[in-house]
């Protein structure tokens, strides 16, 4: 019987995508979130903050 063949690296739940491990820091490792999703939340919640503090 033939091995199943994996794939490397990590999906993101965020984009849906399997990226390789260099795509991903720390925490969002952890939590299957790449860095460039990473970075839209936060931009994302900046700016929500912004707008409720306005």
């Given at each position: 019987?033939?091995?199943?063949?994996?794939?490397?690296?990590?999906?993101?739940?965020?984009?849906?995508?399997?990226?390789?491990?260099?795509?991903?820091?720390?925490?969002?490792?952890?939590?299957?979130?790449?860095?460039?999703c990473?970075?839209?939340?936060?931009?994302?919640?900046k700016?929500?903050?912004?707008?409720?503090?306005?």
């Open positions: 019987m033939a091995k199943k063949k994996r794939y490397r690296g990590h999906f993101c739940k965020v984009c849906r995508q399997i990226l390789p491990n260099e795509k991903f820091s720390g925490k969002e490792h952890a939590a299957h979130i790449c860095k460039k990473a970075t839209k939340q936060k931009k994302e919640k700016k929500q903050s912004e707008e409720i503090t306005l």
